[in-house]
């Protein structure tokens, strides 16, 4: 049985195709900086967005027409592992992530959840021996259900966070069982509505005590993914504990994790925070924990994650500017947490969506390594800061000198020789990159 007949497989046809099934911009074997672009950009497909969302938002119902909506339950989960993997070898996809609760249905026990989740990942496993998409990462969805309201690992009931510990525990296995690549932790309810009715301390320990725990359990059963936190600042919570990289890296500093763990970082939760999606990204790759990347966008005139696919050739470029820097993303990839949006209601839409986000990072790839080999902004950069090349600035940064000397050296300037940061021309520059593919 065939989901999604209308295409047989997508294929690179060059930037003058007019068929919209084709890649224009995204050449997998296409060598740049003497890697390919699927090995580079390792582009993963969202579970979630792609087979078991409907297009439902807060304001209405579901608008999608899936070829699985006339089944229910099992029979349901079923049919979107087979789509997904259709999917997945039509559209080249080297990857796929899901949480728990994407693949199937939630029992009214756990044990019973366990059982469709066991009897799912066994179908996935058979059909992953034959596909050439491996499972980038997987999580637990410790959000959606009710008795996660008042959070997960951060929750104010002990039975609560036994439940999201089991569900961990499980996500685990099963990661290990397809040999993801990473696991991740998206807190979304790891967070508080208001501080009157929150132990801020106790809740923090308690995360802390539930990734160390996960660490061991990890290491107990020879699963050696990396470990990735996903920062978003709010959204459902008011206040999210993994508000952004830098507050989230300086939790793992403070329980002994940051060894343990790198960053997924997503584009619309980097803007959420009042960051650009480059500021995220560079944090992290400063500090060595740039792991993987949710790749989306979202709406400047809207103020939530709408996780739109990626198609802000400006954005993408900038994004893959800092992940070539980083020496690319190792075990991590380009994951599309994006969604068609509620309009978009038909099949073909997915492949749109998908052509469209891998087109748009290929791009950016191709001008962020033209930036790269020319070494334009890099010169402007080692330019603006050459004073700490020689002398004074020599000492200041190997840490051989002290208050009392730089105020020698200080006391006799009468001028300082500041040169302009040059801002529109780095901005006219950056657009003629950007044409240049
Ligand atoms: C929610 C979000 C999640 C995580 C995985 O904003 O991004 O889908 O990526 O739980
Ligand atoms: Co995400």
Redesign the pocket.
């Known amino acids: 049985m065939s989901y999604f007949d209308q295409v047989s497989k997508v294929t690179y046809e060059g930037r003058e195709s007019n068929n919209p099934y084709a890649f224009k911009f995204y050449n997998p074997e296409e060598k740049i900086g003497g890697k390919t672009m699927e090995d580079i950009l390792r582009y993963g497909v969202?579970y979630?967005?792609t087979f078991t969302g409907d297009g439902s938002d807060p304001f209405g119902a579901g608008t999608a027409k899936r070829p699985w909506d006339h089944l229910t339950g099992m029979d349901q989960a079923k049919a979107r592992v087979e789509a997904a993997f259709e999917f997945f070898e039509k559209i080249d996809a080297p990857f796929f992530?899901f949480?728990d609760i994407d693949i199937a249905p939630e029992g009214t026990t756990m044990r019973e959840t366990n059982k469709n989740l066991d009897e799912i990942t066994a179908m996935i496993q058979s059909y992953m021996k034959t596909s050439k998409t491996k499972l980038l990462w997987n999580?637990a969805?410790n959000?959606t259900n009710p008795r996660f309201t008042h959070g997960a690992g951060t929750s104010s009931h002990a039975d609560v966070y036994a439940i999201a510990a089991a569900k961990i525990k499980k996500g685990l296995e099963i990661g290990k069982e397809l040999g993801a690549e990473n696991y991740?932790?998206?807190g979304?309810r790891e967070g508080y509505e208001t501080l009157l009715n929150t132990n801020m301390k106790l809740e923090l320990d308690n995360l802390a005590r539930l990734y160390h725990m996960a660490i061991d359990y990890a290491r107990e059963i020879g699963f050696d993914a990396q470990f990735l936190i996903?920062p978003?600042p709010k959204?459902p919570t008011t206040h999210q504990y993994d508000f952004d990289v830098a507050t989230a890296t300086s939790f793992l500093y403070q329980y002994g994790l940051q060894d343990h763990f790198k960053f997924?970082i997503?584009a619309?939760?980097a803007t959420l925070a009042g960051h650009s999606f480059e500021h995220e990204l560079r944090t992290a790759r400063e500090s060595g924990m740039l792991g993987s990347v949710?790749a989306?966008q979202g709406d400047l005139l809207l103020g939530w994650?709408t996780?739109e696919f990626p198609t802000d050739l400006y954005a993408t470029t900038l994004a893959m500017y800092e992940i070539l820097k980083n020496g690319g993303l190792g075990r991590g990839g380009l994951?599309f947490?994006a969604k068609v949006r509620r309009g978009s209601f038909e099949t073909d839409d997915l492949f749109h969506a998908h052509i469209a986000g891998m087109d748009a990072f290929a791009v950016g790839l191709k001008v962020a390594q033209k930036m790269i080999d020319d070494k334009f902004f890099e010169s402007i950069v080692d330019k603006r800061y050459e004073t700490f090349t020689t002398g004074i600035g020599e000492k200041i940064v190997s840490g051989k000198t002290s208050l009392k000397e730089l105020e020698a050296h200080a006391l006799d300037i009468d001028n300082v020789d500041l040169q302009s940061g040059q801002l529109e021309k780095i901005k006219a520059r950056m657009n003629q990159y950007l044409l240049s593919v």
């Open positions: 969202a979630w967005h992530c949480h999580t969805n959000f991740v932790f998206w979304g996903e978003k959204e997924n997503e619309n939760h949710d989306n994650d996780d994951n947490d």
